[in-house]
């Protein structure tokens, strides 16, 4: 009886163990088809998503990093596309700066003037005259190179006013007496073109006397000379009430005369030499210190002394090389000289005029 019992019993536990198997693996196989809840959840919001993006519009925006190009711009055709903020400004940036661009001056370059003024100190107006001419200088564009030349005295009035005037300038001062004026007008204006050789100054010319009066235009048609150039110059004198001209007779910028005035020591059946005023001519400086560049090297040592006569020779031997300024109507005048009175006596140290060597010999 007892292990009949026995026998029972572990049969029951076999049931039981197999039945208990079979349950949970018909649970786990079932369970294994079916979704779960977090998966679902995902899956939802990207489909979400999908959805508004395929039909929300998004805003366009439009960089541009190399310049936009206005023709391609122009021949487009409109569209509705809407722009966003910082494309409007960055078009709004970029015309302004076409506009500032084009509003900067166009820089130029300029020629340097050389103004070459001797004085004298028996001239009793010289300080007025020095001022005056300074305030007319002042107004000329730069760049511009005064060299004031006078005797050296214990007086530094012309020191201090070139001080004051702005202006570039150099003063050059000589120890030589002269009794004779325009013997010390011609030395001053040959210390003036050897301080130019001696340094090598490239500009343009002019001697400019105390009572000289410019239109301003005058000094912008100087830098437009190449080589020579001359210019009619209107003599005003106060006594007579009635002025000269002297300077070329021109063709547009070509000369083809001269407004001549009979030497003393000529006479009427012979042909009057060339004057040229020394206030109305200019020239090119290099001819002195490069005088290869225009073929007179031999000249230039024939007057190695005398700068001024090498320059007058020059000037008067070919009338082809010289430019009538101003080129349109060289018969225009702008350029005055006046003739100052004291008394009886003339005070006209500065408007001297330079003959050509035959009237000289």
């Known amino acids: 009886m007892g292990s009949l019992e026995r026998s029972k019993k572990k049969v029951q536990l076999w049931k039981k163990a ?5 349950l949970c693996f018909v649970m786990g196989f079932f369970t294994g088809f079916t979704p779960t809840g977090k998966a679902s959840f995902f899956s939802d919001r990207v489909a979400a998503s999908n959805v ?9 925006e ?12 122009a021949e487009a055709p409109a569209t509705n596309i809407p722009m966003s903020r910082s494309t409007k400004e960055f078009e709004r940036t970029e015309v302004s700066s076409e506009k500032e661009a084009a509003k900067e001056p166009k820089l130029t370059t300029r020629g340097l003037v050389i103004i070459v003024t ?3 100190t028996k001239d009793q107006f010289r300080g007025v005259l020095l001022r005056r001419l300074a305030n007319t200088i002042r107004l000329v564009p730069p760049p511009l190179l005064w060299l004031v030349v006078e005797a050296q005295t214990d007086s530094d009035e012309v020191s201090e006013i070139l001080r004051k005037t702005g202006i570039m300038y150099r003063h050059l001062v000589f120890r030589e007496n002269f009794t004779d004026t325009e013997a010390e007008m011609d030395h001053q204006r040959n210390l003036a073109l050897k301080h130019i050789d001696h340094h090598k100054l490239s500009g343009i010319v002019h001697f400019a006397g105390l009572s000289n009066v410019y239109d301003l235009d005058f000094f912008q048609q100087l830098r437009e000379i190449e080589v020579f150039g001359t210019w009619p110059i209107a003599l005003l004198s106060a006594n007579k009430k009635k002025v000269k001209i ?4 021109c063709d547009s910028s070509q000369v083809i005369g001269w407004h001549l005035r009979q030497m003393n020591n000529e006479s009427e059946k012979t042909r009057p030499s060339i004057n040229i005023h020394i206030s109305s001519f200019g020239f090119n400086s290099s001819i002195l210190w490069d005088p290869e560049r225009w073929g007179r090297p031999s000249a230039l040592q024939k007057y190695s002394q005398n700068s001024m006569r090498f320059v ?5 031997e070919d009338e082809t ?5 101003p080129p349109e109507d060289c018969s225009r005048i702008i350029l005055w000289s006046l003739q100052f009175f004291s008394g009886a006596a003339t005070i006209d140290h500065d408007l001297q005029t330079v003959a050509s060597d035959g009237a000289r010999k």
Do not use: A, C
Not at 246 to 249: R, S
């Open 246 to 249: 002297e300077g070329p007779v």
């Open 52 to 60: 508004s993006e395929s039909t929300t519009p998004q805003p366009v």
């Open 18 to 22: 197999v039945v208990h198997f079979s």
């Open 312 to 316: 007058k020779q020059v000037v008067l």
């Open 62 to 73: 439009m960089l541009h990093p190399n310049p936009i190009n206005r023709s391609l711009i």
């Open 118 to 120: 001797p004085t004298s």
């Open 321 to 325: 090389k010289l430019k009538g300024i």
